[in-house]
């Protein structure tokens, strides 16, 4: 029997490549950048699976010109990129990683905060390019982070995740999403409407998902609520937060700094003016990169899209309801 033909659009963890070597005749795309939407699309079309990531597009176009596609699986939790309403339509299954990347995530988004608050970035270029003179009362001085009030957005997976850690910093934490989330209360964490959030948190950190109801979420009215010594942590999505207007806070004083793992676009132009800022930490979209996490999210895209090309459920659906209709 011939082995179904899938087009890896990049080279990932060995863990998952592994899985997929015996099963599956593999196209990988091997170069360090996406491919480009052209041949994106062209090689899709000559797959029965596609293991895809979140800085592939694929959209209806691409669907279209792929008939053969059974299965789309993506290295991520988040897939934005994808048009999944497109995919059901037509019912082809979408798979991500969900849960493996939760405390990875976390801990980074503690990090980016921790760096923001004690200007980590700003105080080691200050070092490295020799202006260390002496040890300075008033030298680099920045936040608190113990006893500091969190607001976090978002109260999934991820959003627990980093309440449970500003409980060892005894923070104080707030939390809005569409509802309340019945766990937030055994974290100790209090419901606030977003307006109320803003504006009482020293430390605001995003972790919803990017639709069109979070588009520019944080935008300029949502900035002005915030406190002139707060900090935006962001390691959603970057189209979370209007930058032209993240841009404005940060010069005009509106808020105190920003750390961003996530920006739009991805990757930020070298002469973006944020990236001019030192109150401004950017790094490049690695909260979960980590040896070990990514190479779970290798093995659970992998099983995915063995699971899709089978017919069978997948093991972490986007769309389960194309499983449901089959029935
Ligand atoms: C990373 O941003 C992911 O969605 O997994």
């Known amino acids: 029997m011939t082995r179904p033909r899938v087009f890896i659009t990049r080279v990932i963890p060995e863990e998952g490549l592994a899985l997929l070597r015996d099963a599956c005749a593999i196209d990988l795309w091997e170069d360090e950048l996406p491919p480009p939407y052209d041949i994106l699309q062209r090689r899709a079309a000559e797959a029965d699976g596609l293991l895809c990531l979140l800085s592939d597009r694929i959209d209806a176009a691409l669907l279209e010109a792929a008939p053969r596609l059974r299965v789309i699986s993506q290295m991520a939790v988040g897939y934005d990129n994808i048009d999944v309403s497109a995919c059901t339509a037509r019912g082809l299954p979408v798979g991500h990683t969900p849960g493996v990347l939760t405390e990875t995530t976390a801990d980074f988004a503690f990090a980016l905060l921790m760096a923001a608050a ?16 002496t040890w300075g009362p008033t030298l680099l001085l920045g936040r608190d982070i113990y006893g500091a009030t ?21 923070m104080r934490i707030l939390y809005t999403d569409r509802a309340e989330v019945p766990e937030a209360a055994i974290l100790g964490a209090e419901y606030r409407p977003l307006e109320s959030l803003l504006a009482e948190s020293d430390f605001v950190s995003l972790h919803v998902p990017l639709t069109p109801e979070t588009f520019h979420l944080i935008d300029a009215r949502a900035l002005s609520l915030m406190r002139p010594t707060a900090i935006l942590i962001n ?21 105190a700094a920003a750390a961003l793992d996530v920006t739009d676009p991805e990757p930020l132009p070298p002469d973006s003016p944020l990236l001019a800022l030192d109150n401004c930490l950017v790094v490049p979209h690695i909260a979960s990169a980590s040896v070990a996490t990514r190479g779970r999210m290798a093995v659970m895209a992998a099983e995915n899209l063995l699971a899709g090309l089978r017919g069978e459920r997948l093991p972490h659906p986007v769309n389960p309801e194309v499983f449901d209709r089959r029935r």
């Open 118 to 133: 004690r200007r980590i970035p700003e105080a080691e270029r200050y070092a490295r390019a020799g202006r260390w003179k």
């Open 150 to 170: 969190l607001g976090i957005i978002g109260m999934g997976r991820i959003g627990q995740a980093v309440a449970r850690r500003a409980r060892g910093f005894a």
């Open 235 to 255: 390691t959603a999505r970057g189209p979370v937060v209007d930058h032209t207007a993240l841009y404005e806070a940060l010069t005009g004083g509106q808020i």
